[in-house]
């Protein structure tokens, strides 16, 4: 394969695309989604994008309909699909942290662990591996799928669901209360096998895995540079959080020395009047889209 043959890359569809088309976003690439197809334009000849549903994503990796593409573990597990796992990419929909899906009864209901669902019925999307989890803790109980609208069957179509939280909150307004977590979950880049022995694909699948983790690495952080006299510099590092290693540099005037460092976004307000305090000048702060590590 040559770049004259695009690589074939699915962006899922649903609750993770926003989600990912900021990622990538924030990487470099620039996708634009039509709500007339699932082809969206991506400003890089060498990637041809489709719309694909998560859970169907690494079934169509692994038989080779798209070298990569980006879907939940979950959904992975889920599908026992053989794919290659390119990149852990801690974010989902709402946040850019793991989910989890959990094992969850009305408020009202006995139970207490997964052991006390013997013989009950449980309601998910996630058959599989939650059948694969009852086995794990020796119990049996039917598993339905459900089609949506999952939290609202328990206690009528369901003594208890399986269901993917971030926060709870959706969980805690149906009555809802998580007995255990089945298991964790996050976005993965997965490739096709074929496809990631090919010298040319495994480079851009390389290329775009160092961007989109400098893109997650850079989530929340900052860049912080000023200006301080020699003097002062001691005070001026002594504020910044111990840990961090700033970039010092002399200016012209040889008497002063510019800081540049990197910090955790919510800490820049408490930080600058200090720093201010401590003798620095012409602070300046700026976002960041990517830091690689």
């Known amino acids: 394969m040559n770049s004259a043959v695009p690589l074939k890359l699915g962006i899922p569809k649903g609750s993770l695309e926003a989600a990912t088309i900021d990622l990538f976003k924030r990487a470099g690439y620039s996708i634009a989604v039509s ?3 699932y082809f969206p334009a991506i400003d890089d000849p060498e990637i041809e994008c489709m719309l694909i549903r998560a ?3 690494a079934r169509y990796v692994e038989n080779g309909v798209l070298d990569a593409g980006l879907t939940g573990a979950d959904w992975i597990s889920e599908t026992q699909a053989d794919v290659v796992c390119v990149a852990d990419l801690v974010y989902a929909r ?4 793991k989910v989890r899906w959990v094992l969850a009864v009305p408020e009202s209901s006995p139970v207490q662990s997964v052991k006390d669902l013997e013989g009950k019925t449980i309601a ?5 591996a939650t059948e ?4 794990t803790n020796g119990v049996k109980a039917r598993v339905e799928f459900s089609w949506g609208a999952t939290e609202v069957k328990p206690p009528v179509l369901a003594d208890a669901i399986v269901e993917v939280t971030e926060t709870g909150s959706s969980l805690r307004a149906n009555k809802l209360r998580i007995v255990e977590t089945v298991l964790e ?3 993965q880049l997965i490739a096709n096998s074929k496809s990631w022995e090919d010298e040319w694909t ?3 699948l390389e290329d775009i895995r160092l961007l989109l983790n400098g893109a997650i690495e850079a989530i929340g952080k900052v860049g912080l540079m000023l200006n301080v006299e020699k003097d002062n510099l001691d005070c001026v590092l002594g504020v910044l959080p111990a840990l961090k290693k700033p970039t010092i540099s002399h200016l012209s005037d040889g008497e002063w020395l510019a800081v540049n460092t990197i910090l955790d976004e919510a800490l820049v307000r408490t930080i600058i009047p200090r720093l201010k305090e401590a003798g620095a000048q012409g602070i300046v702060e700026y976002p960041l889209n990517k830091i690689v590590l």
Do not use: D, H, I, P
Not at 124 to 128: I, M, Q, R
């Open 94 to 97: 709402q946040s850019f942290g």
């Open 202 to 204: 495994r480079r851009k």
């Open 132 to 135: 694969r989890y009852l086995a």
């Open 124 to 128: 998910t999307e996630l058959v599989g």
């Open 35 to 37: 709500s007339r197809s």
């Open 185 to 187: 979950s996050n976005t």
């Open 55 to 57: 859970q169907e994503m």
